[in-house]
Every structure is written in C-alpha cells, then in structure tokens.
Nanobody, 124 residues
Framework: QVFLAESGGDSVQAGRSLRLSCVAS????????MVWFRRAPGKEREEVAS???????KYKDSVRGRFTVSRDNARNTLYLQMNSLKPDDTAMYYC??????????????????WGQGTQVTVSS
C-alpha cells in the first residue's frame, strides 16, 4: 500500500510559476512509476506528465517545455515544476503511483494508488 499526499497548489496569475509536490509513504514507494494527472471542471481527466522509477520523463504536448517532472527517491517525493502558467492549466492536480505497462508500442504508467489532489487556479 502506498499513500500519496499532494501540496503546492495555489491561485496565481498567468505567466507565474508553481511547484507541486507529492510525498509517497509506504513500502517500496520508490519502485513505482509516478504520474501527474489533472481534471478541469467539466473536462475529462488527463495525464500531464509521468516519470519512470529510474527518472525517465514524459509530457503531454501542451505542457512540454513549460512543466518539468522530477522525483527524489531518497525523499520519496515527486515534483511538478510548472512555469509560464496559463488559464487552461487551471485544474485539480493529482499524483499517482503505478506500474509500467506496454500499450501497443508505447510504455505507460498505469496508476494503482492516488492522492487526494491539490487545486491550481490560473487567472488571466
């Protein structure tokens, strides 16, 4: 069992930065791949960024170059540095821990454990 706790969400103006954190506790937390998801009001949940257990990142196209996902396995902490924030980034952000799976020719991080979320609001 892995427990996840996000923090760092806030209300900011467009163009500003935020860093989200997700602390994992439980046995073997560092062995999981990790994912940041978000859900905006009235929209489907979407994957924002993921990172493998050895630190290989992947990004949604709309955030690539603005967001950076990283992990500190010694601290069991996942980060999402978000720069040049836009109103479209407004959402509840969730972290998840999961297992790498092959879907066709791509590897994805399939979530097993979820955090409660942290709200990010970006005003224009």
């Amino acid at each position: 069992q892995v427990f996840l706790a996000e923090s760092g969400g806030d209300s900011v103006q467009a163009g500003r930065s935020l860093r989200l954190s997700c602390v994992a506790s439980g046995h073997g937390a560092s062995n999981y791949c990790m994912v940041w998801f978000r859900r905006a009001p009235g929209k489907e949940r979407e994957e924002v960024a993921s990172i493998s257990n050895i630190g290989l990142p992947k990004y949604k196209d709309s955030v690539r170059g603005r967001f950076t996902v990283s992990r500190d396995n010694a601290r069991n902490t996942l980060y999402l540095q978000m720069n040049s924030l836009k109103p479209d980034d407004t959402a509840m952000y969730y972290c998840a821990a999961g297992h790498q799976e092959w879907r066709g020719i791509s590897q994805v991080c399939a979530p097993v454990y979820w955090g409660q979320g942290t709200q990010v609001t970006v005003s224009s």
